[in-house]
Structure formats: structure tokens, C-alpha cells
């Protein structure tokens, strides 16, 4: 019977050890990079939405599933309006992205190089820069996503088929996230299917793990039926629409390597390498063959290219993997090499996606360094990326129509409405309203449509809109009260809106409501 020496064994802790300091090091360098650098501009457009939807707790929403607006309303109670209190639990989920990359490198066989390597390009990914900065579903959609990676590597290994409890727990919570947990649950079935994993199925742990996530994602299932599947008549809108940039396969492919860090790219291609080919990642192909169904799914569905941003923390630490077994002298060198391009060339990228600059520094440096991020919608045409631009003139706005509003008679102040042409508008109006004296908004976009008029008779709104043709058509009277006065890095249809009072809607306002629905 073979045996292990106690110098094997003490060498096998050292380097677990260091594995785990790693990952603390670089996990603990992510929330402090986001705690520094996520207060810089200010509120993003769909940050002022999330936080009005968790005024407005409900088991789902016409564009998201419930669990972003349960955290947008328990920060709010715990730690305050700030940004750096909003941004609070996606800077933490950013570490624990770091973290999780490192501990799927570990499950894979890795040692500590796989573990730099991998939480390395996991702290240094573009996307993850820019995304895990606002509170967005996308700051914490790869926890769920690779929390299931990480329960199938663990199976893998030989862990308990218990285990699949925990992976439908993740799967579910997953699904109340964000909806696009179910194309990474299909293509996990696919890989599954693939491979000799497929007799987990013969077992009843997978199936009861399938049924805690459908009962955890139930409630939102439901809300959805009593709403007559209304994401799916949005996603079917916004499919009909030209507002998405829609790329090409080849396209589509090179902005994965752009968004990801393009210095990162020889990492995850050769950690996609391994799990498909080598013999040491064989026992976890099916991830391999995850990547490559959700890659097509969201090819073939004309998905935004940052769709598939969740699932690269396992080919990171795939490839990191694959990193360490180069141990020729001549090679070695090119592991700390890779650690220091991808770190160096997100710093270089990190303003383009991260308000570290002012905004004209931010305009001046993509100029100087010939790099602008990639559109993801066709209406993006400000100077700065939409992830920035989208952070500036919603106080300005909302000070402009208080300036409006408070300047009404007290008769028509007493019944006026506020109306937003979009949920950005309208969640600026709710968040910094009340210190201005505005009631809250109306819109008809997205949940607000479903939030309805509430008491409002038409009598009197305040409307913000580009031109009033529509109002003309509405109101008995329109009276144009002028431009609002905000930043010039807003998004430029925002820069190009107009306040109008208008007076005396010729129908009566449930007549009308139907008609403002806009889910696009």
C-alpha cells in the first residue's frame, strides 16, 4: 500500500496555506479597490430604479426577478442612501468573486500559482471592474453562477451527491437574481449530459436539488403567470426593437477577450483547453462543455456580449491549472509575467469603466490611449461610456423640476403629478424628491406602468419630456417652463429634455394609463 511521507504532507499544507493567503490578499485587494474608487461620479440610472423597486417589494418585476430590490432595501436600512453605502454589498460580492475563483482553482487540483493566476484575472477583468462597482444583478450574478460550477467540481471530486442540494439552493437564489440563470442551468445539463457525469441523474440528490431551486424561484414563476409572463413580453419587445447592438459570432467572440482583459485571454482559452482536452481536467468536462452551450445560447439569442461575463472565473482557474504544470526553466517565467499584464493592463483600462478620472480626464485618456468599452445599445452616443455617462445630471433634473413644481399655485401644486418618460427620470424624482418637496413620480416604463397612476386625476402634471407633441394631443393646455439644466457628460437624450406644465387631460387618466406603457 502506498503511503505519504510527513515531509509530502507538510509540503501539501504549505502550499494549501499560501493558496488560502492568496486568495485573501487579492480577494481583500478587490472590495478595497471598489470601496476607494465606487463614490466617484454619482448614482447610476438603474441604481435610482433598484432602489425604487425595494420601496416597492414585490416577488418580481417587469425587467428583474425580486432579490435586487431586497438588497437595494436592506442596505438602505442598514447602511444608508450614500453611494458607498448602495455599492457596499456589490464591492463585497466582488471579493467574494475573487474568492470563489481561487477556491474552484483549488477543487481543480491547483496549487498556489493556479491561484494567483486565477484570482489574479478574476480581480482583473474589465467587466468585472465596471459592473461590481453599481448595484447591478450583475455584481452578483457569477457568485451564483460559479457557486453551481464550484458544487459540480466538488461532486466531481468525489464530494457528497448532498451536495446537489446546495447547488439548487445556489441555482434558485440564482434565479431570483437574474433570469439568465437559466441559460448557465441549461447549458450545466448540457455539460452534464456530455460526460459520464450524466448518471447523477440515475440519482435522486440531483432531482431534489432541481426541486429546491424551482420552489425558491416559485414565487417570482408565479408573480410572472399573474402578470401574464410580462419579461418575456418585454424581452419580446426589446428583441423587435433596434435599440441592442446585435454582433455577429465572430464579433461577439473578440469582445469577450476585450471585456474580459485582453491580457487574460491566453488564460481562459487554455483553461477552456483543459477541461475539454487534458486528461487532468477530464472528471470536469462538463463545465467545459457549460461554457461552450451558454457561449452559443447567447450567440444565437442576440445577447449583450457581458452576458457571458459569469461563467470565466472557472476557466480562469482552469487555465491557472494549466498555468502550473509548465515547470520547464524556460517557462517559468511567464507565470508571474501573465499576473503582471493583466494587472498592469487593467489598470490602464480601469478608468475607461471605473470613475477613477474627472470626466474630462476620463474623455482626454480614451483619447490619448486610443480605447473606448464596446456599445452594448445603439442610443449611446456620449462622450463617456454609458457606465459613466449614466452617473451624471439626475440631481440637476430633479432640482429643475422642483423649481417647476414649487412655483405652481398651492391649488395646482396640491394635485399635480410628476411624469418621467423613462425609470431613470422617475427613480431621481422618488430618490431626491422628498428633500425638494416632490411627490412621487409616474412613468410608464417598466414597473412604474404597473405601479399605476395611483390617485392622480391628470388635472395638473409636470411632464419631462423631449418635445410635447404627444402632451398637445393629452392636456387642454401645455405650457413649456424650459430645458432642464444638467451635466454636459449626461446621456445626451437626457441633456435634450424639456419641463412641461400641462393642464386638463381630455381623457380620463384610467383611459389613458394603458396607453403610456412602454416596456423596451
Not at 312 to 326: K, R, S
Not at 338 to 346: N, T
Not at 405 to 418: C, G, K, M, S, T
Request: some cysteine; aromatic content about 12%; overall charge neutral.
Amino acid at each position: 500500500m502506498a503511503t505519504t511521507s510527513p515531509a509530502m504532507n507538510e509540503d501539501s499544507e504549505r502550499w494549501d496555506r499560501h493558496s488560502v493567503v492568496v486568495i485573501a490578499v487579492v480577494a481583500a485587494a478587490a472590495l478595497v479597490f471598489h470601496l476607494i474608487f465606487n463614490r466617484g461620479y454619482g448614482y447610476f440610472r438603474d441604481e435610482l430604479y433598484y432602489l425604487a423597486c425595494g420601496q416597492h417589494l414585490d416577488w418580481g418585476y417587469v425587467d428583474q426577478p425580486p432579490l435586487i430590490a431586497v438588497v437595494a432595501r436592506v442596505s438602505r436600512a442598514l447602511l444608508g442612501d450614500s453611494l458607498g453605502a448602495i455599492r457596499f454589498f456589490p464591492a463585497l460580492a466582488a471579493a467574494m468573486k475573487v474568492a470563489l475563483t481561487g477556491l474552484i482553482a483549488r477543487e481543480f487540483g491547483g496549487k498556489v500559482w493556479a491561484v494567483t493566476l486565477a484570482c489574479a484575472a478574476s480581480l482583473s477583468a474589465l467587466v468585472y471592474l465596471g459592473g461590481d462597482n453599481l448595484l447591478t444583478m450583475n455584481a452578483f450574478e457569477p457568485l451564483f453562477w460559479m457557486g453551481c460550477a464550484w458544487m459540480v467540481a466538488r461532486i466531481a471530486n468525489g464530494g457528497s451527491p448532498r451536495l446537489w442540494l446546495w447547488f439548487g439552493a445556489l441555482a434558485g437564489l440564482g434565479l431570483e437574481n437574474k433570469h439568465s440563470m437559466a441559460f448557465f442551468g441549461a447549458a450545466l445539463v448540457i455539460g452534464l449530459l456530455l460526460t459520464p457525469m450524466r448518471r447523477h441523474f440515475a440519482e435522486r440528490w440531483i432531482w431534489l436539488g432541481a426541486l429546491i431551486a424551482l420552489l425558491i424561484a416559485l414565487p417570482n414563476a408565479i408573480w410572472e403567470i399573474r402578470h401574464h409572463w410580462a419579461t418575456w413580453e418585454l424581452l419580446n419587445n426589446v428583441a423587435h426593437s433596434n435599440k441592442n447592438v446585435v454582433l455577429g459570432p465572430v464579433e461577439f467572440l473578440k469582445q469577450q477577450g476585450l471585456i474580459m482583459n485582453p491580457a487574460s485571454l491566453p488564460l481562459w482559452i487554455a483553461g477552456l483547453l483543459w477541461l475539454l482536452m487534458a486528461r487532468a481536467g477530464q472528471r470536469y468536462r462538463a463545465l467545459g462543455f457549460a461554457y461552450l452551450a451558454v457561449l452559443v445560447e447567447l450567440i444565437v439569442l442576440h445577447g449583450k456580449h457581458y452576458y457571458v461575463a459569469p461563467a470565466y472565473p472557472m476557466l480562469f482557474a482552469a487555465g491557472g491549472v494549466a498555468a502550473e504544470t509548465l515547470r520547464s526553466a524556460s517557462l517559468r517565467w511567464l507565470k508571474p509575467a501573465l499576473v503582471v499584464a493583466m494587472i498592469a493592463l487593467a489598470s490602464v483600462l480601469a478608468p475607461t469603466v471605473v470613475p477613477i478620472l474627472s470626466p474630462q480626464k476620463t474623455i482626454a485618456y480614451m483619447k490619448a490611449i486610443h480605447f473606448q468599452p464596446p456599445r452594448t445599445e445603439r442610443g449611446h452616443t456620449a462622450a463617456l461610456p454609458q457606465v459613466l455617462a449614466d452617473q451624471f445630471g439626475w440631481e440637476e433634473m430633479v432640482r429643475d423640476v422642483a423649481r417647476v413644481y414649487n412655483r405652481l399655485p398651492p391649488e395646482d401644486r396640491a394635485r399635480a403629478a410628476i411624469f418621467g418618460q423613462n425609470y431613470g427620470e422617475a427613480a431621481a424624482i422618488d430618490f431626491f424628491g422628498p428633500k425638494y418637496g416632490l411627490p412621487p413620480a409616474l412613468s410608464g416604463h417598466q414597473n412604474y406602468f404597473l405601479w399605476g397612476p395611483r390617485e392622480y386625476t391628470g388635472e395638473v402634471v409636470v411632464v419631462i419630456d423631449e418635445g410635447a407633441d404627444d402632451e398637445r394631443e393629452q392636456f387642454a393646455s401645455v405650457e413649456d417652463m424650459g430645458p432642464v439644466n444638467i451635466s454636459e457628460y449626461a446621456m445626451p437624450w437626457e441633456r435634450r429634455r424639456h419641463i412641461y406644465v400641462c393642464r386638463g387631460l381630455k381623457v380620463p387618466m384610467s383611459e389613458l394609463w394603458p396607453r403610456v406603457k412602454m416596456w423596451l
